[in-house]
Structures are given as structure tokens and as C-alpha cells.
């Protein structure tokens, strides 16, 4: 890569689109190395942190309480998952931010690096020194655990947090919950909305919706990928309010209630000019496919979707629809972590195909920030990389890349949050 493109990428401040950066994890001041490994993603690959819908979960494992430090805990993430990129991404991010020289952590090393993360984290200006070290100005947060949380008291004025809709689709009755543990109707008495029926349920969505702006919340997010399929229906409302206050209701039940709650709040969002934040790819697999929305985003041309990790491993179909729909824009989040290999032939064909330059965008998807000062840092490499292989192959010139790294990495992410 030229030396040129390099610095002026590496000078970029970035707008991190996508985080999961939840106070009581960010900052808490007791965390150990085991920790950044276990609230990672290279804890996906000891154990999937969410249900299929054959098992059952009593909790997250990624938030479960973690024990002490060992090399036996730290063990199976470098020495039987060492290869994987997840791994390799925090490894090297952690080697840099506490490695005092050292090249990667091993058995003869690892008290050392654990000595290190303990004492910075107890530091109160660990995390905003690392996210300011790491070049990004401005987050968006999906804190999962509190989809009302206004980020901006615990986590500082450069972060918007965004609300997860996923409990909202799955609120039938006052016991209901989603993946993550969270209970529409306990949400909605936090506002001072105690719906009684379906009607009233359906007004307090939009109360809900107008609430946004007071908690500094700048999008919807729709990961309900992890919950159930993302084909959601033109709606049925008399067999989604068949749902309402039952128990148990029936599979078709549950999915027309969904379906119309999410329809309602994507038509809510459109005529609000609050964006849509949608997980697309992996999570239940058999039903995450990006067309499975195809529906859903052309009964709503006036809502602005942000389909995310380049739905992978159907990311042809997403830059298809990206194409066709001009109501889409691309997250290209996690992708780079889950394989940079994919990211840069899918960024290839990305910028061959999608309509115009303001459709790419990129956050980290983290929780820590030593994971997210890795992720930024490989998003540089891999985006400045592809610019250069277009360059040399005489698809553009280097101002034409620097314009569009400006956008990717910055500008797109202000307009379409409407942060700037």
C-alpha cells in the first residue's frame, strides 16, 4: 500500500456506527484478560452466546460473572482457537495496548498482560484514551441491556445510543421476553405507559418512537434475527391481536404480532426520518437471509434501512438488493472480523456495484475497547488495501480513494445519523 494512502487513512476520524459499548461492562474497573476474551467475539468460538430455537439459555454467557484469571480459562482461546480471526484480532490488539514489547501472550506471559489490563482498566480515562487512540470521534451504541438507555450521562457527549426493537416485537404479555431477557411492558412503565389492551399497546410503540431524541437516540435496531426468521409479513392484525395477553400463543400468533410490530415501527421510522439499524446473516441461520426482507423494505420507501455485517455469508444478495432498493445502505461491521479475506472481495464488488458513494459505513461491534482499537485498526488496513489494489488496477485514482475512504470511515455515517 502506498505510503500516502496509508497516513492519510490512518488521519481519518472515524463515526463508529455500531457498538456494544453497555456501562456496566465498559467501565467496570475489575476487569481481567479473561474477561476480554470472554465478552468478545472470540468467545464465539467456545460456545454460541445465543439459543436456537431447539435449546434454551438461563443467561448470556458472555455477560455471566467470570472467574479468576488462569492460563486453564485462557488456554483454549490461543491454543486450540488461535487461528481463528476473531482471536487474532483481539490478540493483537491486546499485545499492543499492554504488551510492553511483547509479541503475543503465552503461557510465560500471560500474568504479566493480566497484571497490565487490570491496572488500566481501574484507570477512569482508560476507555475514552483508547477510543480517542483508536481515531474515532463519534459512536453509536446498542446497549442490548437497556434498549432506553440514553448512552451520553454514563458514556460521554460523542456517543448516541440507538433503540433495540426486538422486545417490542416479542411483547404479547407482561411476561414475554426476547433473546436477551428484556420485557416490552417493563420497558414501557419506565416511560409511564402501562398499555391494557392491544390498542393501547400499539399507541404506546409510537410514544416510544417519539421519546427518541430525548434520550439521544438516533435509530432503530432490529435484531430480531436472533429471535425468530427476518420474513416479516405484510401484517395480519386479527391474528396478531389473536396474541395479545395470551401465555402461550400459537407459533402463527407470535409471528403476526412481530410482523406488525415491526411494520408499525418501520412505518413510524419513515415518517419520523429515523433510520433502521437491521441484523442481516448468521445469528438463526436458516432464517436470516437478507431477501427474507425484501418485503418489509418495499412496503416502507420512505424508511432508511441499514442492513448490517454484509449479511454474511449471503453478502451477493445484499449488494443485489442494495442495488435495486435505494432505500438500503450498508453496515459493513463485523464482517472484517468475521473474515477479512470475504471483507475485502465483498468491498471489491461493493464499490463496483452500489448506486452512489454514500451507502457504506462501519462501526466495530464491540464490547471493550481494546476489541474496538483492534477492529478500527484492521478496518484501516483492509479498506486501505482494497483502494490500493483498485488504484494499481486503474479502476480509479488515489483522489478518487481518498474520497471515498473519507466517506466510508466518516461523512456517510454523520448525514445518514444526521449527526453533523
Known amino acids: 500500500m502506498a505510503q500516502s494512502l496509508r497516513d492519510f487513512i490512518a488521519g481519518i476520524g472515524i463515526v463508529d456506527v455500531h457498538e456494544h459499548h453497555i456501562p456496566e461492562i465498559l467501565l467496570n474497573p475489575r476487569v481481567n484478560l479473561v474477561q476480554l476474551f470472554q465478552q468478545s467475539y472470540a468467545s464465539w468460538t467456545q460456545a454460541r452466546p445465543y439459543p436456537l430455537p431447539s435449546e434454551t439459555r438461563a443467561n448470556d454467557p ?87 438507555l440514553d448512552a451520553r450521562p454514563a458514556l460521554g457527549n460523542n456517543y448516541n445510543s440507538v433503540v433495540r426493537i426486538n422486545a417490542f416485537a416479542c411483547g404479547w404479555n407482561s411476561e414475554s421476553r426476547d433473546h436477551n431477557g428484556n420485557n416490552a411492558q417493563s420497558l414501557l412503565r419506565r416511560l409511564g405507559l402501562e398499555p391494557a389492551s392491544f390498542d393501547d399497546y400499539l399507541t404506546a410503540l409510537e410514544k416510544l418512537i417519539d421519546g427518541v431524541a430525548s434520550r439521544h437516540q438516533v435509530a432503530l435496531k432490529n435484531a430480531l434475527a436472533y429471535d425468530r426468521t427476518l420474513d416479516f409479513d405484510e401484517p395480519d392484525e386479527k391474528l396478531a391481536r389473536q396474541a395479545w395477553g395470551k401465555a402461550s400463543p400459537s407459533f402463527a400468533e407470535q409471528k403476526a404480532f412481530g410482523d406488525l410490530v415491526v411494520d408499525r415501527l418501520c412505518r413510524l421510522a419513515g415518517e419520523r426520518d429515523l433510520p433502521v439499524q437491521m441484523h442481516v446473516g448468521t445469528a438463526i441461520i436458516r432464517g436470516s437471509q437478507p431477501l427474507k426482507v425484501a418485503g418489509l423494505i418495499e412496503r416502507h420507501p420512505r424508511t432508511r434501512f441499514l442492513l448490517m455485517h454484509l449479511a454474511y455469508p449471503w453478502s451477493h444478495d445484499l449488494l443485489g438488493m442494495a442495488f435495486v ?3 438500503i445502505w450498508l453496515d459493513l461491521t463485523w464482517s472484517l472480523l468475521l473474515s477479512p479475506s470475504h471483507f475485502k472481495l465483498a468491498l471489491h464488488e461493493a464499490i463496483e456495484m452500489l448506486p452512489d458513494e454514500s451507502r457504506m459505513m462501519l462501526g466495530g461491534d464491540n464490547w471493550h475497547v481494546e476489541e474496538t482499537y483492534g477492529t478500527m485498526k484492521l478496518a484501516r488496513q483492509l479498506i486501505g488495501e482494497v483502494l490500493e489494489e483498485k488504484i494499481a488496477a486503474g479502476y480509479f485514482l488515489q483522489s478518487d480513494a481518498r474520497r471515498l475512504a473519507v466517506k466510508i470511515l466518516r461523512e456517510n455515517a454523520l448525514a445518514f445519523f444526521r449527526l453533523a
Open 62 to 148: 458472555m455477560l455471566a460473572p467470570t472467574g479468576p484469571a488462569t492460563w486453564k480459562a485462557l488456554a483454549p482461546f490461543l491454543e486450540q482457537s488461535g487461528t481463528n480471526s476473531f482471536v487474532r484480532n483481539l490478540v493483537g490488539a491486546i499485545t499492543e495496548l499492554h504488551g510492553a514489547g511483547a509479541e503475543t501472550i503465552t503461557r510465560d506471559n500471560w500474568e504479566a498482560f493480566d497484571s497490565a489490563v487490570r491496572e488500566q482498566h481501574q484507570r477512569p480515562d482508560w476507555c475514552r484514551d483508547t477510543v480517542r487512540r483508536a481515531g474515532i470521534e463519534r459512536s453509536v451504541t446498542d446497549p442490548y441491556t437497556d434498549p432506553l
Open 325 to 327: 432498493y435505494r432505500n
